[in-house]
């Protein structure tokens, strides 16, 4: 199993910037690829960012594309999401995941393991 817990979110105005950062216990982390998701108020759950077991890969939803980063330790056991020139439309709880699905391929991505959820508000 892999327990995950984001931390990060926060305020923000437009344009600026903002690292979120998930810290995973568990032995098995560094097996799993992981993803971070975003849900925003009366929108489903959906995909942001993908980045594979050994950190060799990374995919990333055409709305964030550009402008958010996605990295991992394996050392550490962390993932970390790098998000620049923030939007009012990045408003969102965002999810760090365990995949258990890489949906690069045919765009469909789920996680078997999630956390708490960080809230992330971009306004001015």
């Known amino acids: 199993q892999v327990q995950l817990v984001e931390s990060g979110g926060g305020l923000v105005q437009p344009g600026d910037s903002l690292r979120l950062s998930c810290a995973a216990s568990g032995r098995t982390f560094s097996i799993y690829d992981m993803g971070w998701f975003r849900q925003a108020p009366g929108k489903e759950r959906g995909f942001v960012a993908g980045?594979?077991?050994?950190?060799?890969?990374?995919s990333y939803s055409d709305s964030v594309k550009g402008r958010f980063t996605i990295s991992r330790d394996n050392v550490k056991n962390t993932v970390s999401l790098h998000m620049n020139s923030l939007k009012p439309e990045d408003t969102a709880v965002y999810y760090c995941?365990?995949?258990?699905?890489?949906?690069?391929?045919?765009?469909?991505?789920?996680?078997?393991?999630w956390g708490q959820g960080t809230q992330v508000t971009v306004s001015s």
């Open positions: 980045i594979t077991w050994g950190g060799r890969t990374t």
């Open positions: 995941a365990a995949l258990r699905k890489w949906g690069q391929y045919d765009g469909i991505w789920d996680g078997n393991y």
